[in-house]
């Protein structure tokens, strides 16, 4: 490790999957400007010139692959891809994903199907052609899998997207045991940031879109209350999990946005009780509410919140789609 710039990434080279805008974007411009070469990858052929072509204009080094993440014949010609034109793999980013948001009642098979294709499985193809190499090369390696709060605390109206980004969460831990002796780190990043999505939230759309009007930053409250920020401030882990620096962080899920660096616990017992000989339903019901159960977990994303107004909390959290969809729903 250079002990003058710890995160110096000149000589690696990285794959980041779904790096024609946003986030995704963000993270291979980091890297490249960090000193790696990058293998940016979108299906939109246009999107992956244009961001092959910013990279090398700013002095970095760049490939494209125009691909549809989730079968392993993508993931192989990712890692090809980089192998091929940069001669080595040291770092994937599974960033690559699409949404399909419906209340559960509402869902389609298509809808869950899809999303659980590019997400989890996307993911796990992805990896696993990156660890197939990296364990080749015998020098370590690093997996960064992109994570999401939806998926350490559920979300209204996204029942794919929440299961996918927990199974990467767990795929994390998983692979983090599994890679160790390699000396491939594994670890899940649960990134907020300012994009497409966040705009459609009445509480952030305003203050977005003054923001990016003005070129004014996001009011504090923002950037620490919510952890929101740039696509530019979550890169910022992307490329200290990439580096030397991290070669001890493994098997975490950290969260990142605006000004808020976070480290997410992950599920364990947080209280137990015990009956000899083993639990009838009826003990269960007669000790729950003053036992286990006494201070039951919350669930959900916590909503933003909006000074002066009155709006609802829950709708406020929910992406327009899905408040379109509850308001077709009278259950919701």
């Known amino acids: 490790m250079d002990l003058t710039?710890?995160?110096?990434?000149?000589?690696?080279?990285?794959?980041?999957?779904?790096?024609?805008?946003?986030?995704?974007?963000?993270?291979?411009?980091?890297?490249?400007?960090?000193?790696?070469?990058?293998?940016?990858?979108?299906?939109?052929?246009?999107?992956?010139?244009?961001?092959?072509?910013?990279?090398?204009?700013?002095?970095?080094?760049?490939?494209?692959?125009?691909?549809?993440?989730?079968?392993?014949?993508?993931?192989e010609q990712l890692v090809a891809r980089a192998v091929e034109g940069f001669g080595r793999l040291d770092?994937?980013?599974?960033?690559?994903g699409i949404l399909r948001d419906r209340?559960?009642?509402?869902?389609?098979?298509?809808?869950?199907?899809?999303?659980?294709?590019?997400?989890?499985?996307?993911?796990?193809?992805?990896?696993?052609?990156a660890a197939v190499r990296m364990r080749d090369q015998g020098e370590g390696g690093r997996l960064v899998l992109i994570a999401s709060p939806a998926g350490q605390r559920g979300n209204f109206g996204q029942t794919n997207y929440a299961?996918?980004?927990?199974?990467?969460?767990?795929?994390?831990?998983?692979?983090?045991?599994?890679?160790?002796?390699?000396?491939?780190?594994?670890?899940?990043?649960?990134?907020?940031?300012?994009?497409?999505?966040?705009?459609?939230?009445p509480a952030f759309a305003p203050l977005i879109e003054e923001s990016e009007r003005t070129g004014a930053p996001l009011p504090d409250r923002l950037r620490k209350d919510e952890g929101l920020g740039t696509v530019e401030d979550a890169a910022a882990l992307i490329t200290f999990l990439a580096s030397d620096a991290s070669a001890g962080v493994t098997g975490q899920a950290i969260g990142i946005g605006g000004d808020r660096l976070a480290l997410w616990a992950h599920p364990q017992?947080?209280?137990?009780?015990f009956a000899d000989g083993g639990w009838s339903p009826e003990e269960i019901a007669a000790r729950w509410h003053?036992?286990?159960?006494?201070?039951?977990?919350?669930?959900?994303?916590?909503?933003?919140?909006?000074?002066?107004?009155?709006?609802?909390?829950?709708?406020?959290?929910?992406?327009?789609?899905?408040?379109?969809?509850?308001?077709?729903?009278?259950?919701?």
């Not at 767990?170 to 899940?188: D, I, K, Q």
């Not at 017992?269 to 009780?273: D, I, L």
């Not at 919140?305 to 829950?314: F, R, Y």
């Open 163 to 201: 299961a996918a980004k927990a199974g990467i969460a767990a795929m994390a831990r998983t692979w983090a045991l599994e890679l160790a002796r390699a000396g491939v780190t594994v670890n899940a990043v649960v990134p907020v940031a300012a994009t497409e999505m966040t705009k459609t939230i």
């Open 269 to 273: 017992e947080k209280a137990v009780a």
């Open 290 to 332: 003053d036992g286990v159960g006494a201070e039951p977990e919350t669930y959900g994303i916590p909503a933003p919140k909006v000074p002066g107004t009155a709006e609802d909390g829950v709708a406020a959290s929910r992406p327009a789609e899905v408040r379109a969809a509850a308001s077709q729903a009278p259950e919701a």
């Open 103 to 129: 209340v559960l009642w509402k869902m389609t098979d298509d809808d869950f199907d899809s999303v659980v294709e590019v997400h989890l499985r996307g993911t796990f193809t992805c990896a696993r052609a």
């Open 91 to 96: 770092v994937m980013v599974t960033n690559a």
């Open 5 to 75: 710039n710890p995160v110096d990434l000149s000589g690696k080279v990285a794959v980041v999957t779904g790096s024609g805008r946003g986030l995704g974007l963000a993270y291979a411009r980091a890297l490249a400007a960090a000193g790696a070469a990058v293998v940016v990858n979108d299906v939109d052929a246009g999107a992956v010139e244009a961001a092959v072509a910013g990279i090398t204009a700013a002095g970095g080094r760049a490939l494209g692959v125009v691909a549809a993440v989730g079968g392993t014949d993508a993931a």
